[in-house]
T-cell receptor, first 117, second 111 residues
């Protein structure tokens, strides 16, 4: 596709439910990132994938959060037993993982706005 | 731990005026990025700065990097309404793919 695609664009859920957020990166991009953006805040790094592996999971806020990537393409971020503090916009980005790293510009999706009631 | 601070957080300015947004980071970084985010939209990459003294310009925006001071600036020249957006800087540490973002500067250009 032309850009990074995220779905759904909006998700309203009840506290305690599980949610899955999907990211389709730009074709051929090997690096994929998930971020969380709370209202009026900057971006909080959650997890990074290189291919299908996640060498850096340090940003996941709790064990309720998990992510996977299959086929070096689509990624899913899962939040179990959602809490109200999970409400935020979840952004996905991909990059081509070029060398030198200077060329490793991130391209962002439009995000999924998650509201936990 | 790498931390990134931006100031000001909010900026309201008149069209035609000049202003500078500052981005300070706490430890050595090998790359610094500037992004723009329009309301309700995603982030768009503006500049990548790699070395001390690097300067990049696009239209009315100019970004510079001082690695010794751990400071980057985004200078706005003769602002126009279309520049109204939130601007973020982000840095990475050497050899990593982890991007640390600043809190953003919300710019509003008044006609």
């Amino acid at each position: 596709g032309a850009g990074v695609s995220q779905s759904p664009s909006n998700k309203v859920t009840e506290k305690g439910k599980d949610v899955e957020l999907r990211c389709d990166p730009i074709s051929g991009h090997t690096a994929l990132y998930w971020y969380r953006q709370s209202l009026g805040q900057g971006l909080e790094f959650l997890i990074y994938f290189q291919g299908n592996s996640a060498p850096d999971k340090s940003g996941l806020p709790s064990d309720r959060f998990s992510a996977e990537r299959t086929g070096g393409s689509v990624s899913t971020l899962t939040i179990q037993r959602t809490q109200q503090e999970d409400s935020a916009v979840y952004l996905c980005a991909s990059s081509p993982d070029r060398r030198p790293l200077a060329k490793n510009i991130q391209y962002f999706g439009a995000g999924t706005r998650l509201s936990v009631l | 731990e790498l931390k990134v601070e931006q100031n000001p957080l909010f900026l309201s300015m008149q069209e035609g005026k000049n202003y500078t947004i500052y981005c300070n980071y706490s430890t050595t970084s090998d790359r610094l990025y500037w992004y723009r985010q329009d309301p309700g939209k995603s982030l768009e990459s503006l500049f990548v700065l790699l070395s001390n003294g690097a300067v990049k310009q696009e239209g009315r925006l100019m970004a510079s990097l001082d690695t010794k001071a751990r400071l980057s600036t985004l200078h706005i020249t003769a602002a126009v309404h279309d520049l109204s957006a939130t601007y973020f800087c982000a840095v990475t540490t050497s050899g990593t793919y982890k991007y640390i973002f600043g809190t953003g500067t919300r710019l509003k250009v008044l006609a």
